[in-house]
T-cell receptor, first 115, second 111 residues
Framework: GPKVLQIPSHQIIDMGQMVTLNCDPV?????FYWYKQILGQQMEFLVN????????KSKLFKDQFSVERPDGSYFTLKIQPTALEDSAVYFC?????????????FGSGTRLTVL | GQGVEQPDNLMSVEGTFARVNCTYS??????LSWYQQREGHAPVFLSY????GLKDSGHFSTFLSRSNGYSYLLLTELQIKDSASYLC????????????FGTGTSLLVDP
């Protein structure tokens, strides 16, 4: 089936540093998402993105967070500066929109550890 | 309050069945999806329902009652490999087809 790739799978950084999480969505998909999952807890929506713009963001999407997809390349989540509470697994997802909008395809996640 | 609720854990026996329940209260409703997630892996799409009633997809069936804010995922002829977390997710009135997930139900299938 369709694949969403996330790079890297693990990232360890010091508090206060910047980190960029990369996502290669399914080709020809138009909608992109980031979710955050702390171990043993639910998937929590961060942000969605369409046509070069943020459509909706949650309270978890702090001012230190930003997303972009320059020139149709990777869809990225940047955190600058990072904080201890940012440690979690971040999942990227994409969907085609239209009648199949309900199907989000997820990547395997990036496990971020902030020390 | 607003949200998607699921029981934390569920146990069943190989060869029998398991029903994973989900209740929701959201601002508007535009469909409910079920995902399977294994430890350390991506959630995998199983089913989507938007109309009331039972949708039979073989090994997985899903039921929806919009008036009660309730859905269940029914797994039949259970196999050990069905042991995983099952996530319920609701699409509300938000923009961009956002899904709100429940906490997930961890299903353990015993031999």
């Amino acid at each position: 089936g369709p694949k969403v790739l996330q790079i890297p799978s693990h990232q360890i950084i010091d508090m206060g540093q910047m980190v960029t999480l990369n996502c290669d969505p399914v080709s020809n998909h138009l909608y992109f998402y980031w979710y955050k999952q702390i171990l043993g807890q639910q998937m929590e929506f961060l942000v969605n993105f369409y046509n070069g713009k943020v459509m909706e963001k949650s309270k978890l999407f702090k001012d230190q967070f930003s997303v972009e997809r320059p020139d149709g390349s990777y869809f990225t989540l940047k955190i600058q500066p990072t904080a201890l509470e940012d440690s979690a697994v971040y999942f990227c997802a994409s969907s085609s929109g239209g009648t199949r909008a309900e199907t989000l395809y997820f990547g395997s996640g990036t496990r971020l550890t902030v020390l | 309050g607003q949200g998607v609720e699921q029981p934390d854990n569920l146990m069943s026996v190989e060869g029998t069945f398991a029903r994973v329940n989900c209740t929701y209260s959201t601002s508007g409703f535009n469909g409910l999806s079920w995902y399977q997630q294994r430890e350390g892996h991506a959630p995998v799409f199983l089913s989507y329902v938007v109309l009331d009633g039972l949708k039979d997809s073989g090994h997985f069936s899903t039921f929806l009652s919009r008036s009660n804010g309730y859905s269940y995922l029914l797994l039949t002829e259970l196999q050990i490999k069905d042991s995983a977390s099952y996530l319920c997710a609701v699409r509300d009135d938000g923009m961009g087809y956002k899904l709100t997930f429940g906490t997930g139900t961890s299903l353990l299938v015993d031999p």
